[in-house]
């Protein structure tokens, strides 16, 4: 059980493309859904928090306008990487909670962002 | 604000030596310590989560331990497939929400 998936896996993109990431709880409810930025050879950044029908709450530092997340249901999170560039090339993870509160997170695979 | 240490940054075992990894953590008020494994190229794994000082949790060749200030990973007679970078994150009262404080890691490295 609590399985989360991610598609696609990788991509490579154009400069000034946009980016659109979509992650799935499969067997379980999120209510909560979070995106989280990994460079190599470091520890995951976590970019914003949502919960299903709410705004997202973004980290300090995080554009909101160049990272637009959607939760819409509670088994559906999509993360779009708008105008991106190729420092926003990167290793984007998602993760997945039942509750809002003492959860554990289950992990998505990852996506892979190259930007040319 | 929540910190979480991890040491050593990384470890080589030769298969069969058992060892330890070590998470030091600072958090107002614990709600919750996890541990992830992650291969290389994709999302971290659960392993465990730990909620209070004296709790212990197994699995396979792994046990976790937890007390007020730190957490260890014990990994026993481990195998090459064990390889892989393990990561400790706390959850503490202090954040809204279940947001999670990484460790950078330790990168376990079995010799066959």
């Not at chain 2, 996890?34 to 291969?39: H, I, L, S, V």
Request: charged residues 20%; hydrophobic residues 30%.
């Amino acid at each position: 059980g609590a399985v989360v998936s991610q598609h696609p896996s990788w991509v490579i993109c154009k400069s000034g493309t946009s980016v659109k990431i979509e992650c799935r709880s499969l067997d379980f409810q999120a209510t909560t859904m979070f995106w989280y930025r990994q460079f190599p050879k470091q520890s995951l950044m976590l970019m914003a928090t949502s919960n299903e029908g709410s705004k997202a709450t973004y980290e300090q530092g995080v554009e909101k306008d160049k990272f637009l997340i959607n939760h819409a249901s509670l088994t559906l999170s999509t993360l779009t990487v708008t105008s991106a560039h190729p420092e926003d090339s990167s290793f984007y993870i998602c993760s997945a909670s039942a509750g809002r509160y003492q959860e554990t997170q289950y992990f998505g695979p990852g996506t892979r962002l190259l930007v040319l | 604000e929540d910190q979480v240490t991890q040491s050593p940054e990384a470890l080589r075992l030769q298969e069969g030596e058992s060892s330890s990894l070590n998470c030091s953590y600072t958090v107002s008020g614990l709600r919750g310590l996890f541990w992830y494994r992650q291969d290389p190229g994709k999302g971290p794994e659960f392993l465990f989560t730990l909620y209070s000082a004296g709790e212990e949790k197994e699995k396979e060749r792994l046990k976790a331990t937890l007390t007020k200030k730190e957490s260890f990973l014990h990994i026993t007679a481990p195998k090459p497939e064990d390889s892989a970078t393990y990561l400790c994150a706390v959850q503490g009262w202090r954040e809204y929400g279940n947001k999670l404080v990484f460790g950078a890691g330790t990168i376990l490295r079995v010799k066959s």
